[in-house]
Each structure stands twice: as structure tokens, then as C-alpha cells.
């Protein structure tokens, strides 16, 4: 973890996850001050800080808050999206064994804002070291009276709210806040079609409100510091700090908080220390293996920020940040990548289903050296029937790479094909015939 930037998530601070030295280091005091204020108030505070979910689409937490049913009688709920599944993406997991408090104050910030009275914390079933961290983290906030009923006194407020820790059974699309519906009904995790949104129609029929374990933890300090000192923080479009992961070809991968709008340049050289051999940058993508990819010659003067990246045609996502040195071989890491989209599909709606197999497929093919040049028109052509026709977003993120690299390393792509071309020659002269024709057609 850097020791530069705000840290208004990972302060390095020894030991933040007890929950004694997060009291000694102000724990609780931004709950102190929402319950001094009205829901309303708490609500139009986050709206006015410009916070935007860190879970990948950058949707206005505030706004998204604001979509709560007030005043009904029915429960409604919160869940809290930990599940954390996408390549290039590693940052909630430092929020649960750094700073797990933090989390639960911002949890207990959001339900008394919305009159939420349970949230549940969904994490997968496979990181048991995080989910471990966290069910710590909460069991010693329920016996010092942070969370449940034992919170009136500590208080002094008649708010309460329970938190269940829940493990999910490990699957990519369980992150999708539908499917993690489903998931934590005891259903199979399938995406649910949009609307009714979970505001109106979410868990057991209830409202319900789906952020992500970054967004809630920074709702601490926007409450601490207030709205108009936290928009001054990075970028005024998309303002704060982000939990940047770094991995891939670099010397100091890891977790970086900085500012929005940082240079990209500057994460990868200056902080990050550039890359081992002094090797060039051949490709980076901006934001978990769903965003479409830069070349290394595109990044000089990016800054990450959604506005700046979706002006150059890519997307923050969720800020996992994934360097591809000069002999990596695009072609590989594109298959990899839809390998990745086609087995994680629920197989709900055709297009993904079959698009994604058929993208694999493809590329499989081009990878082993048996395409032909109409197989990069065809991949880019499943890539389009895919995007958008699709009950969840899974879809999009499956066809974006692909369509990503393609565009970018058509090069790449071609230099594939063009080989084939010449061993076909070579075994129609040696009297043989290769079936990769054959395959083509059956596409
Ligand atoms: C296939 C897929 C996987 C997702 N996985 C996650 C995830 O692991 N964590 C997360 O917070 N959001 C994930 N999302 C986004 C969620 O659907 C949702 O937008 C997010 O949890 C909302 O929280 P936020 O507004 O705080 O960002 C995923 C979306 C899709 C389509
Ligand atoms: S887009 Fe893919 S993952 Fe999403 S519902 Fe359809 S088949 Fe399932």
C-alpha cells in the first residue's frame, strides 16, 4: 500500500482493523454526525459530494439513495457488493482486511439515511481469508454495541441496523447486483431484467439498495469532511480517491489510493516503479479485464477518471489497472479473456450464451494458427450481435475486449492469419488438405 494520496480509504495505520484503534483514530465520528442530521440531509450531502459507485458503472451513490421508498412500512434492505470476481480486480478485499470498520460505519451511515434496518455483505465463497476479516469485524462491533440493538445506548439514537456476512458459492456473475439478489435469496445467481430496479423490487420483493464495499467505505469520509472539501479532491466530474489495482507487467504491483484523474503515466513509472527490464508497454487496460483496451503509445497524458478515459473510448470500471509488456501476445490474452466471459455466462440469453462460445471459438482458432482473415470481421460481428442484446451487462463486458483488441491489434490479428494462409499453401503443395475451412463455415 502507497504512503502517498488522501487515504480516505487505506490509511496505514497499524492494526485499523481492531476496532479499539479505529475508535482511537476517529471510528465513528462521521455516524456521530449523520444521526445529528436528518435522512434527508445525510441523502442530500452525498448527492452534493459527487460520489460515484466504485463497482464499475460510476452511478451517483446520492441519487441512487434518493430512489428509496420513504416512509413505507415494508423492510427494506441493504447489500453491500463484495463479491469482487473480475479479473484485474482486487481492492475490496484491502477495504476487509485493512480497514473492515470503516465499512461497517458506512454501512450504518447509508441504512440510517435510507431506513434500512438489515444489510447484508456478500463476499465469495472463495475468499474465506476476507470473509473471515470481516465476520471478525462485525462480531466485535455487535459485542462493543456498534451494530444491533446494543446501539441505542452507544448512541444514544433509536437506529439500529443488523448485518449478516454472507458467502456467496463463487461465481463471476454473482457480482451483478440482480444475480446477487437471486444469490442471496438461495436461488441460483441469475441477472434479473431491468426495470422493476431493486429500489421498487429488489431482495424478497423489498427495496433495496446495492453498493459496492469502496463506495460505502468512502461515504465516511465525505461525512467527515463534508461534500464541498471531498469534490475538491481529483477529478471535478467523478471527484475523491480510488482504490487503483495495479497488476501484470510492473515492478510494484499492489493497491494504490490516489486521487481521480491521476496520470496514468505517473501510477505506472513514478509510483509503480515501470516495467521490469525497462521493457515498452504494449497494452494496458484501464479498469478490469471488461474494458476496452489502450495501446501502450495511447497512454501519455490520460488521466484516470471516468470523463478523461471514456473520451478515448475506454471506461474507469472498477480501476484495475492491467500492463501488458512489448512480447505479450495480444491474441492469447484476448482468448484468455473470452475463455474467461464464456465460461462465467449464466447461459440465460442467447446472444451471450452463444456469442461468447462462438467468440472463444474463434479466437481459439486464430490462436492455433487456423483462421482466416474473415474470422476477425466475424469475431467483431458476434462482438455487436452480443453488446446490448442481453438481460445483464455480462454481455457488453465479454464483447468490449474483444472488439478492444481487435481494433487496437488488428495488426496482431492479421500477422495470425497470414501464417495460416502460407501453411495452407504448404500443404496443398505436400497433397494435404486442412480442415480449419471447414470450421469456418460451421460459425
Ligand atoms: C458481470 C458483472 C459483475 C459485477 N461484479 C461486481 C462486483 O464484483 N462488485 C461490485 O461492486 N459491482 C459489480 N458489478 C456491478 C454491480 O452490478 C453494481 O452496479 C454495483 O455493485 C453497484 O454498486 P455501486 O453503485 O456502489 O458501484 C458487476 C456487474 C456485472 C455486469
Ligand atoms: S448477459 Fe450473459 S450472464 Fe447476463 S443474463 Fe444473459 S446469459 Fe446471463
Same mark, same amino acid.
Given at each position: 500500500m502507497l504512503e502517498t494520496g488522501p487515504h480516505l480509504v487505506?490509511?496505514?495505520?497499524?492494526?485499523?482493523?481492531?476496532l479499539d484503534v479505529y475508535l482511537k483514530n476517529g471510528g465513528f465520528d462521521a455516524y456521530k454526525k449523520a444521526i445529528k442530521m436528518t435522512s434527508d440531509e445525510v441523502i442530500a450531502e452525498v448527492k452534493a459530494s459527487n460520489l460515484r459507485g466504485r463497482g464499475g458503472a460510476c452511478f451517483?451513490?446520492?441519487?441512487?439513495?434518493?430512489?428509496?421508498?420513504k416512509g413505507n412500512e415494508k423492510p427494506k434492505y441493504l447489500a453491500i457488493n463484495g463479491d469482487e470476481s473480475e479479473p484485474g480486480s482486487f481492492k475490496d478485499r484491502q477495504i476487509f482486511e485493512y480497514n473492515p470498520h470503516q465499512l461497517i460505519e458506512g454501512i450504518l451511515i447509508a441504512g440510517y439515511a435510507m431506513g434500512i434496518k438489515t444489510a447484508f455483505i456478500y463476499i465469495r465463497g472463495e475468499y474465506h481469508k476476507w470473509v473471515k476479516c470481516m465476520q471478525d469485524a462485525v462480531d466485535e462491533a455487535y459485542a462493543a454495541g456498534y451494530i444491533g440493538e446494543k446501539m441505542k445506548k452507544t448512541f444514544g439514537n433509536d437506529y439500529t441496523i443488523d448485518i449478516v456476512v454472507h458467502k456467496g458459492a463463487g461465481a463471476y456473475i454473482c457480482g451483478e447486483e440482480t444475480s446477487l439478489m437471486s444469490s442471496l435469496e438461495g436461488d441460483r445467481g441469475y441477472p434479473r431484467f431491468k426495470p422493476p430496479f431493486p429500489a421498487n423490487k429488489g431482495l424478497w420483493g423489498m427495496p433495496t439498495t446495492i453498493n459496492n464495499v469502496e463506495t460505502l467505505a468512502t461515504v465516511v469520509p465525505?461525512?467527515? /469532511?463534508?461534500?464541498?472539501?471531498?469534490?475538491? !479532491?481529483?477529478? *471535478?466530474e467523478h471527484p475523491g480517491t480510488l482504490l487503483y489495482g495495479i497488476s501484470g507487467h510492473i515492478n510494484k504491483p499492489g493497491?494504490?489510493?490516489?486521487?481521480?484523474g491521476t496520470l496514468l503515466t505517473e501510477i505506472l513509472f513514478d509510483l509503480c516503479g515501470g516495467v521490469p527490464n525497462n521493457k515498452k508497454i504494449k497494452a494496458i487496460i484501464p479498469?478490469?479485464?471488461? /474494458?476496452?483496451?489502450?495501446?501502450?503509445?495511447? !497512454?501519455?497524458? *490520460?488521466?484516470?477518471?471516468?470523463?478523461?478515459?471514456?473520451?478515448?473510448?475506454?471506461y474507469i470500471g472498477t480501476a484495475g489497472v492491467m500492463v501488458m509488456d512489448e512480447d505479450t501476445d495480444i491474441v492469447k490474452v484476448t482468448l484468455r479473456i473470452a475463455h474467461f466471459y464464456h465460461h462465467e455466462s449464466c447461459g440465460q440469453c442467447t446472444p451471450c450464451r452463444e456469442g461468447c462460445g462462438w467468440m472463444e471459438k474463434i479466437l481459439k482458432r486464430i490462436y492455433k494458427g487456423e483462421g482466416t482473415s474473415q474470422d476477425i470481421d466475424l469475431l467483431l460481428s458476434v462482438a455487436s450481435n452480443i453488446e446490448g442484446n442481453t438481460i445483464c451487462?455480462?454481455?457488453?463486458?465479454?464483447?468490449w475486449p474483444v472488439r478492444g483488441f481487435i481494433l487496437k491489434f488488428r495488426d496482431e490479428f492479421e500477422a495470425r492469419v497470414k501464417k495460416q494462409r502460407s501453411f495452407i499453401s504448404l500443404n496443398v503443395v505436400h497433397g494435404r488438405r486442412n480442415t480449419s475451412q471447414t470450421l469456418v463455415q460451421t460459425v
Open positions: 487505506l490509511p496505514k495505520i497499524e492494526n485499523l482493523h481492531k451517483s451513490t446520492g441519487m441512487k439513495w434518493s430512489f428509496m421508498p465525505i461525512m467527515n /469532511m463534508g461534500a464541498e472539501a471531498y469534490k475538491q !479532491i481529483g477529478a *471535478v493497491v494504490y489510493e490516489l486521487p481521480t479498469g478490469g479485464s471488461s /474494458m476496452p483496451p489502450l495501446r501502450g503509445d495511447e !497512454i501519455e497524458g *490520460v488521466r484516470m477518471d471516468n470523463e478523461s478515459l471514456r473520451k478515448i473510448g475506454t451487462a455480462l454481455g457488453d463486458a465479454a464483447a
